[in-house]
């Protein structure tokens, strides 16, 4: 079983910067998938980032170069970096963890939730 906590959302203006946490307990992030959703209202969840048990990242198109994944494995927290930050990035964002080899892009592949935090950029 695994836990996540996510902290770090807020309002911010566009063009601005914040940075996601996950904090996981349970089992040591170095030794599964965590991802990063996100859903905005009236719309599905979609596939924001993840990081590979190996450390390999994987990036939406609509954040590439913008969101930065990664972990702090002494910590057992994983980190979204948001740079640039755009009024359609508003959502709430889902931290999550995926117990297969293979980094998933579909929310049907992860296994546990954290409880979601509401980032809001304005214009």
């Known amino acids: 079983q695994v836990q996540l906590v996510e902290s770090g959302g807020g309002l911010v203006q566009a063009g601005g910067s914040l940075r996601l946490s996950c904090a996981a307990s349970?089992?040591?992030?170095?030794?599964?998938?965590m991802g990063w959703f996100r859903q905005a209202p009236g719309k599905e969840r979609e596939f924001v980032s993840a990081?590979?048990?190996?450390?390999?990242?994987y990036y939406a198109d609509s954040v590439k170069g913008r969101f930065t994944i990664s972990r702090d494995n002494a910590k057992n927290t994983v980190y979204l970096q948001m740079n640039s930050l755009k009024p359609e990035d508003t959502a709430v964002y889902y931290c999550?963890?995926?117990?297969?080899?293979?980094?998933?892009?579909?929310?049907?592949?992860?296994?546990?939730w954290g409880q979601g935090t509401q980032v809001t950029v304005s214009s």
């Open positions: 990081i590979s048990r190996s450390g390999n990242t």
């Open positions: 999550a963890a995926r117990s297969g080899v293979l980094v998933g892009q579909k929310a049907n592949e992860y296994d546990y």
């Open positions: 349970g089992r040591a992030i170095s030794s599964i998938v």
